[in-house]
């Protein structure tokens, strides 16, 4: 197996910034948009709250977070930034944390 892999960590909000849930159908369809293209993801239902502040205010968000391990190449990371943009969008965020780092798969 090729050590050239990363790892990409999606955090998706469970509510709206209003406050109204995101649907659940919907956070689903992202985790299935990552495997229908790269064939594998795990989902972490485990709540991660997460605090920012934007314009003088604090912020507190529930979170769920997707992992997906792929091999490390710009057709890949130019996946997740386009995952990233549409999901931004349709769930109406001012920002929406994809992380990624290299790892060793052994």
Known sequence: MSSNWRRFE???????????????????EAVLEIVDHFGAASY??????????????????DLVKIV????????????????????KTRLDQLELWVVSYTIEVE
């Open 44 to 61: 972490e239902t485990q709540k991660v709250e997460g605090h920012w502040r934007h314009g003088g205010v604090v912020y507190r968000d």
């Open 10 to 28: 999606v955090l998706l909000p469970l509510q709206f910034n209003d406050g109204r849930d995101i649907p659940p159908d919907w956070l689903a």
């Open 68 to 87: 997906v391990d792929v091999p490390d190449s710009a057709d890949n990371r130019g996946w997740l930034r386009n995952f990233k943009a549409r999901w």
